[in-house]
């Protein structure tokens, strides 16, 4: 009777582990795409920073290194703090490029994850006032994937490997990274569950109200509001049910993903919030099993598309990289202590995320300093290498339903008045039927949201935007000015004025007050709506 207890069990438990491996198996194919995308992510990323590069990431602009220290988190890791010439900050963003280029060939995959995931820390250190959730779900996926054979399939390192690819993954690290986007929607579910207007699906049609975030198609789905309570009701719902993008395998799992990324593609071509989208489908992509493969294997066949073409691409690829130089040193002992630090640094990582869970809620006892307990010291380190994990309140648990805009009222020394943020004489007034063109690009608006919190939480991203307009404003149009102002305008959304702002009220709130060189800041009071 014993052993026929102990042999169910013992069948009970291998089913539950077979079944948790299968949830958490990742094909190494999505691995190699979901490596090329993240390249070319931090490529696309680099570039889209260039535009903004003397103004966001030099000692000219208006982020200099002291305040993106003071700004970031306690030792907070970055080969760009090294330096404030502007010629090596470019050379770094160089290398940062190059070292993508090589983590999409997966030539030396590991190492090429290792560095790509430091300079993505480092760049975003360099100027913490433009970031958004965007970013930290960026580091975090690109965090867990150095536990990730990426180039297990289609690199460098595959065809130099002298063995057949593994077909599939399952372990630690692969749950680790699936996991992490199902806890960023379920908690950002968790947060939105908290207002009626997410529960009632008023939010999404309040969002879309927003002129100074939403464009392209926006205009088309404002018509239609009651679609878009809709798409508000399907996505809350979605947020809740995303734990089965776990539990789910197969076809079920793929029409899951389906539904996610259609949601993410609707952001695409509404909301201007950056890189967040093409980031959430990165991840998306690693929950694809073989189910997926073998399917669009079956659809290539069905249409009639001639897959000998991409095994003959394939085939070239495959012989260019087998010519690349592959150093390597190869021996059982240096491979034997290659695997005890990988899985050593696998399980300081789980053990340390357990530990932070277990402290989290209950009396942590402090270290023999007395300054900081095991928790604290955990999280400060995941803070200077910027993975530590956000509360994932993405609009939410309040939708933001106002939109606004900003006007910097400044005096001349001949007595003028004029508007040096819009570059026109001072109005309050809109300076656009379209808000989002105030940002000349998206990350403008993210550290504009920055200078509107420094407002009012007293540090110095204000001072310092205004000694900048100061002295660069003579520079470039010959026109001193004597004192800044920095208001926000507000206008409240509601569902009659969706697309009706002249129907809005409005109001200003001042964020700071500047006299430039020697003079005393003074108010300058704005009209009344």
Not at 121 to 144: E, G, K, Q
């Amino acid at each position: 009777m014993e052993r026929s207890v102990r042999s169910r069990l013992e069948t009970l438990a291998r089913r539950v582990q077979r079944n948790v491996a299968q949830c958490v198996r990742i094909d190494t194919r999505t691995l190699a795409v979901f490596r090329v995308f993240v390249g070319l992510l931090i490529i696309a990323d680099v570039l889209l920073r260039a535009r903004n590069f003397t103004h966001f990431y030099t000692e000219e602009g208006v982020v200099p290194r002291s305040l993106a220290m003071d700004l970031s988190a306690d030792n907070a890791f970055s080969f760009y703090h090294l330096t404030t010439d502007p010629t090596l900050i470019a050379l770094l963003m160089g290398i940062q490029i190059l070292i993508a280029v090589q983590l999409i060939v997966g030539y030396k995959t590991r190492i090429a994850t290792i560095l790509s995931f430091l300079f993505v820390v480092s760049l975003d250190h360099h100027n913490p006032l433009v970031l958004s959730y965007a970013d930290t779900l960026f580091r975090l996926l690109l965090f867990w994937a150095i536990f990730l054979p990426l180039g297990e399939r289609w690199s460098v390192d595959a065809v130099h490997a002298g063995r057949d690819p593994r077909p599939s993954v399952a372990g630690v690290a692969s749950a680790l990274i699936l996991c992490q986007m199902v806890y960023m929607y379920f908690l950002n579910w968790y947060h939105k569950s908290e207002n009626e207007l997410w529960t009632s699906g008023e939010a999404t049609p309040l969002i879309m109200g927003l002129d100074d975030m939403t464009f392209l198609l926006v205009g088309y789905a404002r018509e239609v509001p009651v679609l878009l309570e809709l798409g508000s009701y399907m996505w809350y719902y979605m947020l809740m049910f995303s734990w089965l993008l776990l539990v789910l395998v197969g076809r079920k799992r793929m029409f899951l993903v389906a539904l996610f990324a259609g949601g993410h593609a609707s952001f695409i071509l509404t909301v201007r919030i950056g890189a967040f989208p093409y980031v959430a489908m990165a991840g998306l992509l690693l929950f694809l099993q073989a189910q997926f493969w073998d399917d669009l294997q079956a659809v290539a066949a069905l249409v009639d598309f001639d897959v000998s073409r991409l095994s003959e691409t394939q085939t070239r690829l495959e012989s260019v990289a087998a010519a690349v130089p592959y150093p390597r040193v190869s021996a059982p002992s240096v491979d034997q202590i290659r695997t005890g630090a990988y899985s050593v640094t696998l399980g300081v990582v789980l053990g340390s995320l357990v530990l932070l869970s277990i402290l989290s809620y209950i009396p942590a006892v402090a270290l023999i300093d007395g300054n900081s307990t095991p928790e604290e010291r955990v999280d400060d380190v995941a803070s200077s290498f910027g993975v530590d994990q956000p509360n994932w309140s993405v609009f939410a648990p309040n939708p933001r339903t106002t939109d606004r805009y900003y006007v910097f009222p400044a005096e001349t020394a001949d007595g003028d008045r004029i508007d040096v943020y819009n570059d026109r004489p001072l109005t309050y007034e809109r300076p656009s039927d379209e808000l989002h063109t105030q940002y000349d690009t998206y990350r403008y608006r993210f550290y504009m949201n920055s200078v509107r919190s420094g407002g009012f939480s007293d540090n110095d991203v204000p001072p310092i935007l205004a000694d900048h307009l100061c002295e660069t404003w003579e520079e470039e149009y010959g026109v001193e000015l004597t004192h800044i102002n920095m208001y926000v305008v507000y206008e409240d959304i509601t569902y009659d004025t969706i697309d009706d702002y002249e129907n809005r009220e409005t109001r200003t709130s001042l964020l700071y007050e500047h006299g430039c060189g020697d003079n005393e800041p003074k108010e300058i009071q704005p009209p009344e709506f």
